[in-house]
């Protein structure tokens, strides 16, 4: 089974960028969907980001203009670029492979904003 790493967050003044990457130990080719959620310290997980194999993406309207889902296939990686970070983008951020019915998850990477 394909597993995914997660990499990339650290800790960001607000205004800042950070780029998330996921890394999948095997092919993704033929993938239905690959996502970005995320779950802030006391909250429920939440969707941010999705691709579809089609290269269709859908964003939470919070992050609408400032994060940017994209995948290479060659590398079997998804990004999630994130711009003018705010606090509340504060979160733990998990990435998701939706394949063949299988879903996955990987471990999660922190962002933390600061003000």
């Known amino acids: 089974q394909v597993q995914l790493v997660e990499s990339g967050g650290g800790l960001v003044q607000a205004g800042g960028s950070l780029r998330l990457s996921c890394a999948a130990s095997?092919?993704?080719?033929?993938?239905?969907?690959m996502g970005w959620y995320r779950r802030a310290l006391g909250k429920q997980r939440e969707w941010v980001a999705i691709?579809?194999?089609?290269?269709?993406?859908r964003y939470i309207d919070s992050v609408k203009g400032r994060f940017t889902i994209s995948t290479d296939n060659v590398k079997n990686t998804v990004y999630l670029q994130m711009n003018s970070l705010d606090p509340e983008d504060t979160a733990v951020y998990y990435c998701?492979?939706?394949?063949?019915?299988?879903?996955?998850w990987g471990q999660g990477t922190q962002v933390t904003v600061s003000s």
């Open positions: 998701n492979l939706d394949r063949f019915g299988i879903s996955t």
């Open positions: 691709i579809t194999g089609r290269g269709s993406t």
């Open positions: 095997g092919s993704i080719f033929g993938f239905n969907a």
